[in-house]
């Protein structure tokens, strides 16, 4: 998965991540949901770690202080994800699949504002 890109799709919320290494990864919002503004793209450290063949355990902090983690499983092409925006817990469940790589943007990205509302799971789709 190193190197390739994939879209974390929640029907609610919708990111295209690269993974360019096990230490460092990149994204680009394609749909925000009201958590963070369309096309917010940031560099991020990242923590990935095997639970087995195919199933990662993945998890970042943003500039902003925004934490993310995801348990994605790339065999079954299914994410579960729980995001922590100013103190509220947001849980989403959604699919995965490999993409076209995003040339690297260079922007700084604007952080996710905690102005939407919290988040039921999502189905998976």
Do not use: K
């Amino acid at each position: 998965m190193l190197g390739r890109t994939y879209r974390f799709d929640t029907g609610w919320l919708r990111v295209r991540f690269t993974f360019d290494s096990a230490s460092q990864g990149r994204f680009v919002v394609e749909e925000g949901g009201g958590l963070t503004p369309n096309g917010h793209a940031e560099t991020v450290d990242i923590d990935l770690r095997e639970i087995r063949d195919g199933l990662y355990l993945n998890s970042w902090t943003e500039r902003c202080g925004v934490t993310v983690t995801h348990v994605a499983d790339f065999v079954n092409a299914t994410l579960c994800s729980n995001v922590t925006v100013d103190g509220t817990l947001y849980n989403f469940v959604g699919t995965i699949a490999e993409v076209a790589a995003d040339p690297p943007t260079g922007l700084p990205g604007a952080g996710l504002p905690g102005a939407a509302q919290p988040a039921t799971s999502a189905a998976v789709r």
